[in-house]
């Protein structure tokens, strides 16, 4: 069934004739005409009930004419959607909890506030899986860190973020991996974490064999820490929301395993004008 079948039917339902029709639709009759046979066909059923010189809707010609003014609508609207210059629709982003506890919030209160005719559909999540939704078309845009070059992302740095060792209150000073035990308890997101990556790889430069207790929650996660489970790698400014901070110690980082590059990242070909805009607030 074709949206052209669809506007004929529609336009001759609404003239009560093939030649009426026709005229509106710059058709010849005997196309119209045609038309309405196919879609009888196809349905196997008569549209409409012809008497003389006069056509008059059917039954389930009624029941089709219900069906076609909201598909033809609904093909309307996304053609104005998809076409149009002004933010509109669904957008989807994705970013990291880090991201969302600290950096986010601002960006999407001011996004709804001008732009309200959008809904918003946002999900946390770490940053291998946020690129392979962007990647699989489930996510519009996602905020990530340190990631790699990829042909098919467009990539904007955004912002750099600072990221610390913390450790219990009854640590000693931590400078190097060398400073801590030869089988440290350490505290992550999952495996596809980027901070989880590097925190793996600053340890690699020690003596030591980590055991990686997987935790998907940062208060959760310096809970733990402050009670001496283990230690952990984290933005620094994710400590200014903590309440128990005093119940932590916090360990500076050489530059080299410091500064992490937090990218918005989405598919190139798919940009659009909701996500140009979220853009923009988010480097204002």
């Known amino acids: ?23 509106k639709l ?38 089709l004419l219900d069906y076609a003014n909201q598909i033809l609508s609904l093909a309307d609207q996304a053609k104005h959607s ?13 970013y990291m909890d880090a991201v969302a506890a600290t950096r986010v919030v601002r960006p999407l209160k001011q ?11 946002v999900r946390s999540a770490p940053t291998g899986l946020l690129i392979e939704h962007v990647l699989e078309g489930k996510l519009d845009l996602a905020l990530v860190a340190d990631p790699e070059q990829d042909t098919r992302l467009g990539i904007t740095h955004i912002f750099d973020e600072e990221l610390v060792v913390v450790s219990s209150r009854r640590h000693q000073t931590i400078s190097s991996p060398n400073d801590l035990s030869a089988n440290p308890t350490v505290l992550g997101f999952n495996y596809k974490c980027a901070y989880r990556n590097r925190l793996t790889n600053w340890l690699k430069h020690g003596q030591c064999v980590p055991k990686v207790i997987e935790i998907n929650s940062y208060h959760t996660m310096l809970s733990c820490v402050a009670a001496g489970m283990g230690i952990a790698m984290v933005p ?9 901070t005093d119940s932590i110690q916090c360990h500076t980082l050489a530059s080299e395993w410091a500064v992490s590059r937090t990218a918005l990242i989405w598919r190139k070909g798919f940009e659009n004008p909701s996500m140009d805009a979220f853009s923009k607030q988010l480097t204002a």
């Open 236 to 244: 620094r400014a994710l400590l200014n929301d903590y309440p128990f």
């Open 26 to 63: 710059n058709r010849v009759p005997s196309n119209v005409t045609a038309r309405i046979q196919k879609l009888e066909e196809e349905l196997q059923q008569l549209l409409f009930i012809r008497e003389k010189n006069r056509l008059y809707i059917s039954s389930a010609g009624h029941q």
């Open 82 to 94: 998809l076409q149009g210059d002004k933010p509109n629709g669904t957008l989807r982003i994705g």
């Open 111 to 121: 996004f709804h506030e001008q732009f309200p005719e959008v809904s918003l559909n």
């Open 1 to 23: 069934m074709e949206l052209s079948d669809l506007q004929v039917f529609q336009q001759v339902a609404q003239c009560g004739g093939i030649t009426r029709a026709a005229e």
